[in-house]
Each structure stands twice: as structure tokens, then as C-alpha cells.
């Protein structure tokens, strides 16, 4: 049959302003998590990680913070910048070693 | 900084023809895996590979597949006899340890379109 692309929703931010990502994860048994940045005809490119006995984890501009009792996952993103222009995934590890990622989130940055 | 490579950047192949996707993964990794993305559609796994044995495959990777380390630096997936329905990005990553908190490192990806 005829596959049906994903409708990803978009976040559009003026460059300079924050961006809150947001992602909702299934396995309630996942132990870590994972934000990736994609960009056009690239492979997902790592931005940050959380394990799940943790509630908030900062990196370099990025913030990641995971809400274990409604499974949420967020990406924060200060002062954004043309640069991270992309699409966002979240991926969750539960047991061995599939990532299981979600749909994604195109972010746009207008200058 | 290492990277996972992968070639080629874009394979054409016709129904019904065998491919082989090669990868080479980051040096001192041990994991290796591959993934695909239909266009539009989410990264899903397909399987990852560790001492030279499969430790984990989806459904997707029927007997169409194969995975092989055929030397030191390299890693490929083959596919038999490919469909229409195959053609996808094809992600390879690469990982120091398996399981939880080893971040898997992704390499830029090969676009397979199937005639």
C-alpha cells in the first residue's frame, strides 16, 4: 500500500529567543533518553542525553528535562540560532540496545 | 573528532537486485547498528551487531538482510533482493558499550532508491 508520510509539527522561533521542544515517550520501562538534531540529508547528529534517574541535565545552550510520571520529555534550546534550524528527534533506550525514536519536530529559526 | 562514514552517499538499484550498504564505524566501538528512514517517516531500528553475532533484530530485518564485519574497520548490511518498499535512508552507528547510556553515534547515511 501507499505510505502515508509523517505531518511532523514545526516550531517557528526568532533567532535570539528560546525553544522548548517537547516529546511524549511510550516505555515506561525506558532508562535513557536521547535528543538528536537532523539536518537536510544528514544523519541524526547526538545533542544530549538523560538517564532516567535524573530529572534535568544541561548542556551547552541545551537543556533536557524528563518528567518520568506523564513519560516528557522537553529539549530547551537558549538564545536560538539560525544554525539550529533542523528536525528533532527524541529517542528512548528501555532494554538492549534499540533506540526506539519519535516522530520529530522541525524547528525554524527566522533571522 | 571521529565520525561513523558511510558508502555509498546514494544507491539506484533496480527490484529484485542485491545491495551492499558499507559503513565504518568509529574506531574504538564495539556496538554497531543499523537503522532506516522511509521518507517522511520516523528512524527505526533495524539491528545491531556485536562480536561478530547479531545481538538484537526488528522485524523489518527478514531474511533479506544480512549484516557482516568483514575486517576490522568495516560493516556493511547486504540487502537479497531488494523491493520497491526498501528504498529508505540507511543510518549505520556505532557505539563504545551496549545498552542503556552509551550514546550511539550516526553516520550521514546512504539514500537507497529502488526502480
Known amino acids: 500500500g501507499e505510505s502515508v508520510g509523517l505531518h511532523l509539527p514545526t516550531l517557528s522561533v526568532q533567532e535570539g529567543d528560546n525553544s522548548i521542544i517537547n516529546c511524549a515517550y511510550s516505555?515506561?520501562?525506558?532508562?535513557?533518553f536521547i535528543w538528536y538534531k537532523q539536518e537536510s540529508g544528514k544523519g541524526p547528529q547526538f545533542i544530549i542525553d538523560?538517564?532516567?534517574?535524573?530529572d534535568k541535565r544541561q548542556g551547552q545552550r541545551v537543556t533536557v528535562l524528563l518528567n518520568k510520571t506523564v513519560k516528557h520529555l522537553s529539549l530547551q534550546i537558549a538564545a536560538t540560532q539560525p544554525g539550529d534550524s533542523a528536525v528533532y528527534f527524541c529517542?528512548?533506550?528501555?532494554?538492549?540496545?534499540?533506540?526506539?525514536f519519535g516522530a520529530g519536530t522541525i524547528l525554524r529559526v527566522k533571522s | 573528532e571521529p565520525e561513523v562514514t558511510q558508502t555509498p552517499s546514494h544507491q539506484v538499484t533496480q527490484m529484485g537486485q542485491e545491495v551492499i550498504l558499507r559503513c565504518v564505524p568509529i574506531?574504538?566501538?564495539?556496538?554497531f547498528y543499523w537503522y532506516r528512514q522511509i521518507l517522511g517517516q520516523k528512524v527505526e531500528f533495524l539491528v545491531s551487531?556485536?562480536?561478530?553475532?547479531?545481538?538484537?533484530k526488528s522485524e523489518i530485518f527478514d531474511d533479506q538482510f544480512s549484516v557482516e564485519r568483514p575486517d576490522g574497520s568495516n560493516f556493511t548490511l547486504k540487502i537479497r533482493s531488494t523491493k520497491l518498499e526498501d528504498s529508505a535512508m540507511y543510518f549505520c552507528?556505532?557505539?563504545?558499550?551496549?545498552?542503556?547510556?552509551?550514546?550511539?553515534?550516526f553516520g550521514p547515511g546512504t539514500r537507497l532508491t529502488v526502480l
Open positions: 529517542a528512548e533506550q528501555a532494554y538492549g540496545n534499540k533506540l526506539v
Open positions: 552507528a556505532s557505539s563504545l558499550a551496549g545498552g542503556s547510556s552509551h550514546t550511539q553515534y
Open positions: 574506531s574504538n566501538h564495539l556496538y
Open positions: 551487531f556485536y562480536n561478530n553475532e547479531i545481538s538484537e
Open positions: 538523560i538517564r532516567s534517574n535524573m
Open positions: 516505555n515506561s520501562a525506558s532508562d535513557y
